[in-house]
């Protein structure tokens, strides 16, 4: 399987193939807008801000898998994170990012970047970094500041 031939769909329904990002530095994210790491929005955004000319991409993925952190629809979703968080970045519809429903970007990342203990997502707003060739770089946990991924991202976009 190619992180190219993957794709998701936007809130409203709409295809978002990975190849539309060949040649950019991929920032996926699994997100909730009612979760205390919530303030992590803004880091992400400004990363987007700062770096979406360069060649970054950051995808957030609502998911309510973890406390119904995500009560938000697909319908108001978008709206809800640009209102309280200023988010533009891309967000896809809502997914599954555990168990038997999980969405196809993150079974692939979780066997990618999934060691014995990191099979599963632990929580919202863990991250993964892909390469501008397509290819897992790392995992990030939720806890991670997206500050602390600048670092790898500016690396990437240099080499």
């Known amino acids: 399987m190619d992180f190219y031939q993957l794709s998701a769909k936007t809130p409203n329904g709409k295809e978002l193939p ?21 303030p992590q929005f803004d880091g ?24 119904g952190q995500e ?7 978008v709206e809800s994170c640009r209102i309280n968080f200023g988010v533009t970045f891309t967000l ?10 999980t969405h196809p970007i993150y079974a692939y990342l979780k066997k990618e970047l999934g060691d014995l203990f990191m099979k599963r997502i632990k929580w919202n707003f863990t991250k ?6 397509g290819k897992p770089y790392k995992r990030y946990s939720p806890t ?5 991924i600048e670092e790898d991202i500016l690396s990437m976009l240099e080499g």
């Open 92 to 101: 896809t519809e809502k997914v599954k990012v555990n168990g038997p429903d």
């Open 44 to 67: 992400l955004e400004k990363l987007h801000q700062t770096y979406k000319d360069k060649g970054l991409v950051v995808l957030g993925f609502p998911c309510n898998q973890f406390l």
């Open 128 to 133: 993964f970094l892909i390469t501008p060739e």
């Open 18 to 38: 990975m190849s539309a990002y060949k040649g950019k530095a991929v920032l996926i994210v699994n997100t909730a807008t009612k979760c205390g790491l919530a």
């Open 144 to 148: 991670t500041k997206p500050k602390k």
């Open 71 to 77: 009560p938000e629809t697909n319908e108001t979703v």
